[in-house]
C-alpha cells in the first residue's frame, strides 16, 4: 500500500532539530516496516537536514507566504486580531495547497493527516480513492463547531486518537460517526529512554531531584507545583526543584475558549487583556514568596539528545498539568525507570498506573500533590518498585515499534478493496487492544 504521512505546516521533521509532532511522524515513519510505501510530507525549512538512507521518501512544501502571516500577528498581535489574521493564518493555505497537489500527483491509498482536520475535504478531493486517517493529538474534534467538524468528517474513514481519553471524547460529541476509531498512543524511543547504568543512588548524594518537563504555560499547572513544592521543600532539606523546558504559553483564546473546564478556563489570570502571558514572572514571584529561589530552578529548553541524561539526575517525574492529552513527559519518565506523579487528566489517567508505576493526583490540589511527591520521597523501596514496574509499562506500550504495529493495524482494516465494519455503541479500539482485533 502507497501511505503518504502529512506532517503539521510548522512541523519540524528532521533531527536534530524537531518539534513533538515532527518527532512522533518522523520515528513513526521510521518504523511503520515491510509492506508499506512511505512518502512524508512536511513544510521546507531551509536549514533541515534530511537523512540519506531514509526507508520512506520525502516531499517537502515551501510555506513562505504563510511564515510572514505568522510573523504580522507575533509581532503585532493586536492589528492581527482586529484585522482577523489570525484566521487567515490558522488554515495555512499555501502549505495546504502544496499538499493538495503532491497527493493528485501521488495517488496514494492511505493518507495520514496529523491534527489538521479542516483539511479533510480539500484533500480527499485531491485524491478521491485514497481512505483518510485523521490523527487527535488533542480535542479539537470536540471543542470546535460540531457542524464543521461533521462536514469534514464525511471523508474520513477512521480517526485515531494519541489516547483513550481522545478517543471517548471524541465518540461521545459524534456517536454515530460511521468509521473506525482507535487509540495508537505515543511513542519513546525506550533504547535512548532507559535506566541509567551508573545512577547514583540518592542516599549518597547532597540534593534529590523533582523534574518537570515541559512547556513553561498555564495550563501546566506549575503555579500548583510550586505552591506544594513549599510544603515538601518544609519537610525535606535535601530536594530541589527543577523545571526543563521553554517559555512558550498557549495563545489565551486557544487556552480558554476551547475549554469547558472551569480549571482551564480561570488561566486567562495569567493573561493581559491583550493576550500577552505574564506567567512566567508570576511564577518567580510565587518562588520568591515562598524563599524557595535556591531550591527551584528553571534550567531552559533541553535538546532532545541531552535529556535522559536530564531524567538522569532525577528522582521523581512530575506532571502537574490541568490539561493533557497524552503527557509524554511522564512515559519518557517511566522508560527511564524513574517513579512518576502526575494528575488524574487526559491521558495521565491511562499511562500512569496508581501504586504501581507512580502516583495519580487531582488537578490544581497542591496539598494532595505534596503528598504523593512526600511518600515517593520517603519510601525509597516503593520508588524503586514503580521505577521497575513504569519501565516495563513503556516497553510494553510505548515504544515507537508497538505504536506503529498499531497504527499498522488500523491501515489494514482500511486497505482498498476492503469494507469498513463497525459495531453501534462501540468502544474505541484501546491502545492494549488495537492490535489484537
Same mark, same amino acid.
Given at each position: ?22 518527532? @512522533? ?12 510505501? @512511505? ?29 510572514? +502571516? ?27 495547497? $502544496? ?18 482536520? *479542516? ?34 468528517? $464525511? ?50 548524594? *547532597? ?16 503555579? *500548583? ?39 482551564? *478556563? ?14 512566567? #514572572? ?39 498539568? +490541568? ?49 504523593? +511527591?512526600?511518600?515517593?520521597? #520517603? ?33 489494514? $482494516? ?9 459495531? $453501534? ?13
Amino acid at each position: 500500500m502507497k501511505l503518504v504521512y502529512v506532517g503539521q505546516p510548522y512541523d519540524r521533521l528532521f533531527p536534530p532539530v524537531q518539534n513533538s509532532i515532527g518527532l @512522533i511522524v518522523y520515528n513513526t515513519a521510521l518504523r511503520l516496516g515491510e509492506g508499506l510505501q @512511505i512518502t512524508l510530507y512536511g513544510k521546507h525549512y531551509r536549514d533541515d537536514t534530511v537523512p540519506a538512507d531514509l526507508p520512506f521518501a520525502v516531499r517537502r512544501a515551501p510555506a513562505r507566504r504563510d511564515h510572514a +502571516l505568522q510573523r504580522v500577528i507575533n509581532e503585532f498581535p493586536r492589528l492581527a486580531r482586529w484585522l482577523r489574521l489570525d484566521r487567515r493564518a490558522d488554515d495555512h493555505s499555501q502549505y495546504r495547497n $502544496k499538499v493538495r497537489r503532491y497527493l493528485a500527483v501521488d495517488q496514494p491509498d492511505i493518507v495520514h493527516l496529523m491534527n489538521y482536520w *479542516t483539511w479533510c475535504r480539500e484533500l480527499k478531493a485531491a485524491s478521491s480513492s485514497h481512505r483518510l486517517v485523521l490523527e487527535m493529538q488533542c480535542e479539537w474534534l470536540s471543542q470546535r463547531d460540531r457542524d464543521q467538524v461533521a462536514r469534514q468528517l $464525511k471523508v474520513v474513514d477512521a480517526v485515531v486518537a494519541v489516547s483513550d481519553h481522545i478517543a471517548r471524547t471524541f465518540l461521545s460529541a459524534f456517536p454515530d460517526y460511521p468509521g473506525v476509531v482507535a487509540t495508537v498512543g505515543n511513542g519513546v524511543d525506550v533504547s535512548y529512554f532507559r535506566p541509567s547504568e551508573q545512577r547514583t543512588f540518592a542516599s549518597t548524594r *547532597t540534593r534529590r531531584v523533582i523534574l518537570f518537563v515541559g512547556r513553561v504555560s498555564p495550563e501546566k499547572g506549575l503555579h *500548583t507545583l510550586i505552591e506544594a513544592f513549599s510544603e515538601v521543600a518544609a519537610r525535606f532539606a535535601d530536594v530541589e526543584l527543577r523545571i526543563a523546558g521553554p517559555h512558550w504559553p498557549l495563545s489565551v483564546d486557544f487556552l480558554t475558549s476551547l475549554s469547558s473546564d472551569p480549571r482551564v *478556563t480561570a488561566l486567562s489570570r495569567f493573561y493581559d487583556r491583550w493576550g500577552n502571558c505574564n506567567y512566567r #514572572e508570576h511564577l518567580e514571584e510565587l518562588i520568591e514568596r515562598h524563599g524557595l529561589s535556591d531550591r527551584i530552578h528553571f534550567v531552559g529548553n533541553v535538546p532532545h539528545k541531552d535529556l535522559v541524561a536530564t531524567y538522569h539526575e532525577a528522582d521523581i517525574v512530575v506532571n502537574p498539568s +490541568l490539561s493533557e492529552s497524552f503527557g509524554i513527559s511522564v512515559v519518557e519518565g517511566m522508560a527511564c525507570g524513574i517513579p512518576v506523579v502526575g494528575t488524574r487528566v487526559g491521558g495521565m489517567c491511562e499511562s500512569i498506573l496508581t501504586g504501581s508505576t507512580g502516583m495519580l493526583v487531582e488537578a490544581d490540589a497542591p496539598g494532595e500533590l505534596a503528598q504523593a +511527591l512526600t511518600t515517593v520521597l #520517603e519510601d525509597t523501596v516503593l520508588a524503586s518498585e514503580m521505577g521497575s514496574e513504569g519501565r516495563k509499562r513503556a516497553v510494553e506500550l510505548y515504544s515507537w515499534e508497538a505504536r506503529a504495529e498499531r497504527l499498522k493495524s488500523v491501515y489494514q $482494516k482500511l486497505r482498498p478493496g476492503t469494507r469498513i465494519h463497525v459495531h $453501534k455503541d462501540r468502544e474505541p479500539l484501546s491502545l492494549a487492544a488495537v492490535g489484537d482485533r
